[in-house]
Nanobody, 124 residues
Framework: QVQLVESGGGLVQAGGSLRLSCAAS????????MGWFRQAPGKEREFVAV????????SYADSVKGRFTTSRDNAKNTVFLQMNSLKPEDTAVYYC?????????????????WGQGTQVTVSS
């Protein structure tokens, strides 16, 4: 069984930064791509970023490109999401998820394990 636990969310002013972490259990962490998604109130959950099993390949939603960076530390079974230049529209619950494959994918059905989410609130 794989467990994913996000941390690092909170309240920040517009223009500020936050770094989310996602710690994974299980010995096969380094085999799979890891993704980040978010869900704002009243909206559907949407793709944010994904990183390949090796960390060599990443992909981002257009809305966060140039502001967010995802990385991973396979030795520590942890994936990160560095969020800079935050905007009020970034306010959401952020989820990390494990992909079914090692390469970058961005559709929710391609992810099989999900964390419980962490709240990010950006004030204007």
């Amino acid at each position: 069984q794989v467990q994913l636990v996000e941390s690092g969310g909170g309240l920040v002013q517009a223009g500020g930064s936050l770094r989310l972490s996602c710690a994974a259990s299980g010995r096969t962490f380094s085999t799979y791509a890891m993704g980040w998604f978010r869900q704002a109130p009243g909206k559907e959950r949407e793709f944010v970023a994904v990183i390949s099993w090796s960390g060599d390949s990443t992909s981002y939603a257009d809305s966060v490109k140039g502001r967010f960076t995802t990385s991973r530390d396979n030795a520590k079974n942890t994936v990160f999401l560095q969020m800079n230049s935050l905007k009020p529209e970034d306010t959401a619950v952020y989820y990390c998820a494990r992909a079914r494959v090692g390469y970058v994918v961005d559709r929710q059905r391609e992810f099989d394990y999900w964390g419980q989410g962490t709240q990010v609130t950006v004030s204007s």
